[in-house]
């Protein structure tokens, strides 16, 4: 039995919604004009639902089951999609771990039944299991050492946005790295993969979105004929929200080496999650600040090369964050402009044409990023776990082109509040360049030193 849900909720888009018997939530977009089709598997599970002893095992998990099926070996895993041409893939979040089969139309029932022999038949080859260790250790290019990772406990770090991410959720998970620790990957076994997979992959705990050319009903029928008989075991409890942090403003320091004598900027504030409404003016506020202050301390004053503005956002909790690199002698100028850049949108001093700007630039590059089924298919997963069964997908159109211009000003003065607002600096006590300099300056020293010997002793003679 299924459920079929009103078109009334599938702004911005034709989208059918349908639930299984089994638990399994379908989402099928169709593109008739289009001559492929995009599945995506997304499993809650991520770093977020993991701790310091098992950091990573998502991660893992997700490579283990790329290893073999109870149909295929990992060569047929690849040979299965890839020889008809398509593509596939596999990643993990801090709270998702996604698969995706791309296909030609025709070859729809190759993916579906790919998605359902890879995600929910794996085997754990137990040969496997340390070879893929070592991959993803080359992934996260390599171990850190015990040096390294005894510098970074003594703050002496290296990852920025993961102390930012400490300080702004105090107490929480969302400060894993999602490849996991050095400790960690070494000391998970078979055993531990098992384990996570049985807890989370788990057919209640999953949504199947399909975009491309595909009837709905069609892709129903064989949605339930693939999954349809998959056992359901419940769903994993959600992370607490973490609480929002009392005092500040938050000053992140970390001194681990980099390669240049550059340094690491960020500055921002905790916000919101996915969900909330303000999300959408946060979004128009990053693409304001991204242009505004390219244009400033990138092409203007020549300060960096480029910027990042965003705002990272988890199903209940968020940050927004200005970042870039420069020169520590920069840093200064850099750190005015982007207070004045702040100050000037608090005091609602920007002008809704400008907004209608940035919100056009928005909305053309959402509209041509939904001209791919992989990336339109992709943009709908981030609401299927998180939305209701009653819940419409927000209009992107609307809710970003409905965003006046005082909005912007009300949510700088809303979250850039001290308590909430911090700023993050990677300051290398040890660089390349230094490194060069100390070592060219002693090897003068010593050269002058012999030199002196040398002379000295010829005068003796």
Not at 50 to 79: K, P, Q, Y
Not at 207 to 229: C, K, S, W
Not at 311 to 339: C, H, M, P, W
Request: glycine residues 8%; aromatic residues 10%.
């Amino acid at each position: 039995m299924s459920t079929d849900l009103p078109t009334a909720l599938d702004s911005p888009f034709p989208l059918q919604r349908y639930t299984l018997a089994n638990g399994l939530r379908v989402w099928v977009q169709p593109r008739p004009d289009s001559e492929s089709v995009a599945a995506f598997v997304v499993i809650r599970a991520g770093s977020r639902y993991e701790n310091r002893a098992n950091n990573g095992v998502s991660h893992f998990v997700e490579h283990m089951l790329f290893t073999g099926t109870e149909r295929w070996s990992e060569d047929e895993i690849d040979e299965v999609i890839t020889q008809r041409g398509g593509n596939f893939n596999g990643w993990t979040g801090a709270e998702t771990t996604t698969y995706f089969a791309q296909v030609l139309a025709c070859d729809f029932d190759i993916a579906l039944d790919w998605l359902a022999e890879v995600v929910f038949r794996p085997t754990f080859p137990a040969d496997k299991v340390d070879k893929e260790r070592e991959v993803i250790f080359e992934e996260r290019f390599g171990r850190y050492g015990r040096l390294v990772n005894a510098l970074d406990a003594l703050g002496f770090g290296y990852d920025l946005d993961r102390d930012v991410r400490r300080a702004l959720f105090p107490g929480s998970t969302i400060s894993l790295r999602i490849a996991g620790e050095d400790d960690s990957l070494e000391h998970l076994e078979r055993a531990d993969l098992l384990e996570h997979y049985y807890a989370h992959y788990t057919i209640d705990n999953a949504v199947l979105v399909i975009a491309g050319n595909v009837e709905p009903q069609a892709a129903l029928d064989r949605a339930t004929a693939y999954f349809g008989n998959l056992e359901r075991r419940g769903r994993v409890p959600v992370p607490a929200t973490p609480p929002y942090p009392k005092h500040g403003p938050h000053k992140v320091v970390v001194r681990g080496p980099l390669i240049t004598d550059q340094a690491g900027v960020m500055i921002g504030a905790r916000t919101v999650g996915r969900l909330h409404p303000d999300r959408w003016p946060l979004l128009v506020l990053a693409e304001l600040l991204s242009q505004d202050l390219t244009k400033e301390i990138r092409y203007r004053q020549g300060l960096v090369y480029g910027l990042d503005v965003y705002n990272d956002q988890y199903a209940d909790a968020g940050y927004f964050v200005i970042g870039t690199t420069s020169a520590s002698n920069k840093r200064a100028a850099i750190l005015a402009e982007i207070e004045k850049h702040l100050l000037a949108v608090r005091r609602n001093e920007i002008k809704s044409e400008r907004v209608a700007e940035v919100q056009a630039g928005l909305l053309g590059n959402w509209a041509l990023s939904m001209e791919d089924n992989v990336s339109r298919a992709d943009w709908l997963t981030q609401w299927a776990l998180a939305l209701a069964d009653d819940q419409p997908v927000p209009d992107y159109r609307n809710v970003v082109g409905a965003v006046p211009a005082a909005d912007l000003a009300r949510v700088v003065e809303t979250y850039f509040k001290p308590q909430w607002r911090y700023l993050g600096l990677h300051q290398p006590i040890l660089t390349v360049a230094r490194g060069a300099r100390a070592t060219g300056v002693a090897a003068g020293l010593g050269l002058s030193m012999w030199l002196a010997r040398t002379w000295l002793r010829g005068r003796k003679r």
